[in-house]
Structure formats: structure tokens, C-alpha cells
């Protein structure tokens, strides 16, 4: 992978970052990717800035998918890289890892994003943003993932029963003034009680982000646990005025180890 389209950046894990356990919380983790991801964006020349002044778009997180091997722990320093691949028709494809101080591979994460017309609010096509942003990412030559696997269609959880409702207020949102993705992380963690987080941990994630969350909207949190014996957990959220699918999750969950 040629150091133009790697982007690097250490981060210490701070106190307001970690949950009960001094352990890194997912959406501190996801605000982290959300950084640098923003960091590597400006450095290919398509950072938020630009393309809001010169395109009137903004990038959107669409899916993200997260392994989790180990969780970091308050006070540790790990780096985070990440990358892009080729752009497809609408689509941008993101890769990141983790590493710890010993350069050990602890998280790996592949996501999709989108650039969103910030006045009608509609999708536009990858080419719109640049033509010379395809060339700076082929010009690797490769197409290194963090991980290999596909990301098939989340479905509809079977066995839904409602955990709580959440109305968005101005703490969840972020410069697009929609529910930020960091903090869709927050609502689905909160499905689970303390005495579940203090005997599981969360091994992977998935989210399908499907329809904006605006303020003052209110989501209908569901949970479907049928498949926990299996290790996995399906989380929704759709708004309560309309019913519209805001939010689709798996989260893979492993027991604590003493």
C-alpha cells in the first residue's frame, strides 16, 4: 500500500472515552474512525470543507462493519490506519485497523459512505466530486482490505420487542444536523443492561444506516435476542411518526473473560 493513500494517526485513550470498565467504548471507538477518516479525506483532496464549498455535498456514513479482538483500555495509545478503495458508481469504500502500542492488530472495521447533496438531500454519483480522485486511489495498483468478506443485506430483526424510545436532541447530532453515526452506537449499547455489558463484550458490529434521524424525531428502539445463544443480537430503530427504518444492527457478543 503506497503512503499517499495510508493515512495514520495515534490516539490515547482517554478517560471520558472509556465505559465502567476503563474499556474503550464502541462509540468513542467510532467517533475515532470518524476523525480520521475526515483527516484522510483532507488529504486526498475531498475533505468535508471542500466539498461542501465547491460540490454542496457531504460525506454520509452508509454501513460499517467492526472485529473486534481485543478492546483497549483507558491510558493505552493505539494507532489507527485506514484507507480507500476504488470508488464505485455511488459508493465509497473506507478500511481501517487498530493497532496497539506493540503494533498488534486488535480491530479491523471495512465501511461505505456516500456524498449526499446537502440542499435536496439525495445521493450523488462518486464522479461528481472529482475525476482525479479515482486515480489518486488506483494508483497503488491494489486492493488490500482489512478484512475479506462480503456485507450481505441486514434483515428485519424476527422476534422484535421494543427496548426503549429515544427523541434525537441537539447532543446527537452532528454538522450535517442529522443523528450522528457515533451516536447511533450509543442508542444500540443502551439496549443492553449494565449486568449484560458487565458479563458480555462486543465482538462485531454492524449497522446499516438507512434514513436520516432529524431533531426532535423520535425512535422506537427494538431488540431481537432469538439468536443470543448464538452469539448474536439484531438491533432497529424506526422513527415512531412514520415507521421508517432508520437503523439496522448485528451485534456479535462473546462473554467476558475474567
Known amino acids: 500500500m503506497e503512503n499517499k493513500i495510508l493515512y495514520k494517526k495515534k490516539y490515547n485513550i482517554s478517560f471520558s472515552d472509556v465505559d465502567f470498565s476503563r ?4 462509540s468513542a471507538l467510532f467517533e475515532y474512525f470518524q476523525d ?3 483527516l484522510a479525506a483532507d488529504s486526498l483532496g475531498v475533505g468535508i470543507e471542500l ?3 465547491k460540490y454542496g455535498v457531504a460525506w454520509v456514513l452508509m454501513r ?5 479482538i481485543r478492546t483497549p483500555a483507558w491510558e493505552e495509545e493505539i494507532t489507527i490506519e485506514t484507507w480507500p478503495q476504488p470508488p464505485e458508481r455511488l459508493e ?3 478500511d481501517f485497523i487498530v493497532r496497539d502500542s506493540n503494533g498488534n492488530i486488535i480491530i479491523k472495521a471495512i465501511s461505505t459512505w456516500i456524498i449526499l447533496d446537502t440542499n435536496s438531500r439525495k445521493i450523488k454519483r462518486a464522479d461528481f466530486i472529482a475525476e482525479d480522485y479515482p486515480a489518486i486511489v488506483h494508483e497503488s495498483g491494489k486492493s488490500e482490505r482489512a478484512m475479506d468478506c462480503g456485507l450481505p443485506k441486514l ?3 424476527e422476534q422484535p420487542e421494543v427496548a426503549y424510545r429515544k427523541t434525537v436532541g441537539y447532543s446527537d447530532i452532528d454538522s450535517n444536523e442529522h443523528l450522528n453515526n457515533s451516536r447511533y452506537v450509543d442508542f444500540i449499547m443502551d439496549c443492553f443492561d449494565l449486568a449484560s455489558h458487565k458479563k458480555y463484550e462486543v465482538k462485531s458490529i454492524d449497522v446499516n444506516y438507512i434514513n436520516e434521524a432529524l431533531p426532535g424525531d423520535t425512535i422506537i428502539l427494538l431488540k431481537d435476542v432469538s439468536k443470543a445463544e448464538s452469539g448474536l443480537v439484531h438491533i432497529e430503530g424506526i422513527k415512531e411518526n412514520d415507521g421508517k427504518v432508520v437503523f439496522r444492527s448485528q451485534v456479535g457478543i462473546r462473554e467476558k473473560q475474567l
Open 23 to 26: 474499556r474503550l467504548k464502541l
Open 36 to 38: 480520521i477518516a475526515s
Open 51 to 53: 466539498l461542501e464549498k
Open 64 to 68: 460499517i462493519y467492526v472485529e473486534i
Open 92 to 94: 465509497f469504500q473506507r
Open 155 to 157: 434483515k428485519a430483526p
